[in-house]
Structures are given as structure tokens and as C-alpha cells.
């Protein structure tokens, strides 16, 4: 049985992400994703939220990506949702570690049409010379599946990040802030602090 301290982050995000999808205009799950590559230097972009339980939180990508070249030399991340409208933030870092296929394919499926023949078509983060060598990789593909089922690529996954650090901030008057903390304990525990704003 999982402690009640476990439960409370994960109670909180699910409350905080709630909210936000009711009230903050535009994409509620657009998250802020921070890697390192070999050399040490950040790089840092939008990604979506498709999905997060007890287990962690789920991004996907094409693998030849920039963000997974990344992943494969240092697997540790940080995210940063935003919610203007609410003024808060929500901050966690972690590993990552790749769903299972049957996860993949089953998101992939949910996945607009046009999403699915996008994913086919694009090299993500290689060089493009030429927007039509684009539109003509999308034809071939919308082509070649015509109106039948489109499989997932082999080169297109998920991840999923395995918080140990989670910190939900609030905005507070004269800029004194609310922050918490909470830190994963090797017994599946939540250790909560405040921080100083």
C-alpha cells in the first residue's frame, strides 16, 4: 500500500492541472523540457504532456530528435509548466526511461491522422533544405497508407520521466512566493519543504 505521502504531489498536480485545463487559454499540458547534450550545454523547448500518473510523466517524440539525442548521452530532465492565468508553476526533475511499445502504439493511435502521417514524414531537428521536400515526404506517406491503418514508426516513442524532485510555486503579494518541495525518499516517501520565495 502506497504511504499518504506518496499520494499528496501527484494529488496536487492532478488538482493544479485541472484547473489549469478549465481556465488558462491555449494548450494547459504545454511543458518546458531541459536537457544536456554530451558537452554539457542546455537545451531547452515545448513539449506536450500526454500523460502522468504515480509512475511519472509522459512526453513523446521522433527519436532522431535532438531532445532523444540528448536523452541517450544523460536520461536526466527537468520540466516547467506554466500557467499564467493561475500564477503558478509546477517544476520536476528526473529520469526518463522509454514506455513500452504497447504504450506507444496505443498513443499513437489516439493521434489525429494528419499527426500520424507528420510523424513519417518528418527527420525532427535534421536540416531542411527546402519546404516542398517536406510536403512531398507528407504526400508519399499520406499515399503509401492511403486510408488504411498508419503503424507507429520505429523511430518514434514516448518517454517518461521519473520525478524525484517535484515543486509546486504560487505567486504571493510583494513577490513573497510560495514554493514546495517535495523530494523522493528511497522508501517511496515524499519529503515537503518550504523554500524562501
Known sequence: MKSKEFEVPFRRFGEWMALAEEKEPGLANAVSMATVDEQGRPSLRMVLL??????????YTNLGSRKSRDLEGNNRVALLLYWKSLNRQIRIEGPVSLVDDQEADDYF?????EARIGAWASRQSE???????????VAKYAAKFGIGEIPRPDFWSGYRLKP??????????????????FTATPDNRWRVETLYP
Open 109 to 113: 493511435k489516439s493521434r489525429p491522422r
Open 127 to 137: 536540416v531542411l533544405d527546402g519546404w516542398f521536400k517536406l510536403e512531398k515526404a
Open 164 to 181: 524525484e524532485a517535484i515543486e509546486f510555486w504560487s505567486q504571493g503579494k510583494f513577490r513573497l512566493h510560495k514554493r514546495e518541495l
Open 50 to 59: 500526454k500523460g502522468w500518473d504515480e509512475t511519472g510523466f509522459v512526453f
